[in-house]
């Protein structure tokens, strides 16, 4: 089993930054991939930003290139997602993914554990 836990979400203005962490424990040693995912209200889950644990490789979302960068502690467990110019658009529950094995990047049905999820709010 493996623990997510996100943090780092709240309310920012329109342009602001945020940075979400996402904290793993548990058999860490299994995960392979992590990705951050967001869903708004009335919406479905879509991803927004992949990497690979091992070699350290980034996937984005259309909507988040250029702007949100992803990135790893592999000593610490840890897994961050660093949002610049920040839109209405992207207010939204934001859910840390972790998965084993071959992972599809992309792919919400790809990852074997959640967390709980933070909220983003961003006001205009």
Excluded: P
Excluded at 10 to 36: E, K, P
Excluded at 64 to 92: C, H, P, W
Excluded at 93 to 104: D, K, L, P, R, T
Excluded at 112 to 122: L, R
């Amino acid at each position: 089993q493996v623990q997510l836990v996100e943090s780092g979400g709240g309310l920012v203005q329109a342009g602001g930054s945020l940075r979400l962490s996402c904290a793993a424990s548990g058999r860490t040693f299994s995960v392979s991939a992590m990705g951050w995912f967001r869903q708004a209200a009335g919406k479905e889950r879509e991803f927004v930003a992949g990497i690979r644990r091992s070699v350290g490789s980034t996937y984005y979302a259309d909507s988040a290139k250029g702007r949100f960068t992803i990135s790893r502690d592999n000593a610490k467990n840890m897994v961050y997602l660093q949002m610049n110019s920040l839109k209405n658009e992207d207010t939204a529950v934001y859910y840390c993914a972790a998965g084993i094995g071959w992972v599809v990047i992309t792919d919400n049905g790809g990852y074997d554990y959640w967390g709980q999820g933070t909220q983003v709010t961003v006001s205009s």
